[in-house]
Nanobody, 126 residues
Framework: QVQLVESGGGLVQAGGSLRLSCAAS????????MGWFRQAPGKEREFVAAITWSGGSTYYADSVKGRFTISRDNAKNTVYLQMNSLKPEDTAVYYC???????????????????WGQGTQVTISS
C-alpha cells in the first residue's frame, strides 16, 4: 500500500509561483510512475503532468507546458510540481497519483493510477 501526502498549495497572485510536493510512504517509491492531476469546481479531474519511475522522462498537458515542471527525488520519496506564471484558470485542487510501473510509458488517464493523495488547494487571484 502506498500513501501519498501533498503539500505546498496556497493562494498566490497571477504570475506568481508555487511548488507542490507529494511525499510517498514505503520503500518502493522508485518503482512508481507518478502523476499530477487537478480538479476545478464543477469540472472533471484533468491530467497535468507525469514522470517515469527514474525521472528520465516527463510529460505535460498542453495547458501547462512551459510553465510547470514535474520532478522527483527517489532518495526522498517525493515528487514535485513547480508551477510558474500561474493563471487564474490554474485554480484547482491538485492531486498526486501513483502506480507501480517501471516502463517508459506515461499515463494521462486517471483510471490508470492506483494510489491518490488527498489533494492540496491552489488558488490564483487575478
Amino acid at each position: 500500500q502506498v500513501q501519498l501526502v501533498e503539500s505546498g498549495g496556497g493562494l498566490v497572485q497571477a504570475g506568481g509561483s508555487l511548488r507542490l510536493s507529494c511525499a510517498a510512504s514505503g520503500r518502493t517509491f522508485s518503482r512508481l510512475a507518478m502523476g499530477w492531476f487537478r480538479q476545478a469546481p464543477g469540472k472533471e479531474r484533468e491530467f497535468v503532468a507525469a514522470i517515469t519511475w527514474s525521472g528520465g522522462s516527463t510529460y505535460y498537458a498542453d495547458s501547462v507546458k512551459g510553465r510547470f515542471t514535474i520532478s522527483r527525488d527517489n532518495a526522498k520519496n517525493t515528487v514535485y510540481l513547480q508551477m510558474n506564471s500561474l493563471k487564474p484558470e490554474d485554480t484547482a485542487v491538485y492531486y498526486c497519483a501513483a502506480r507501480y510501473y517501471r516502463g517508459s510509458d506515461y499515463f494521462e488517464d486517471a483510471a490508470k493510477y492506483d494510489y491518490w493523495g488527498q489533494g492540496t488547494q491552489v488558488t490564483i487571484s487575478s
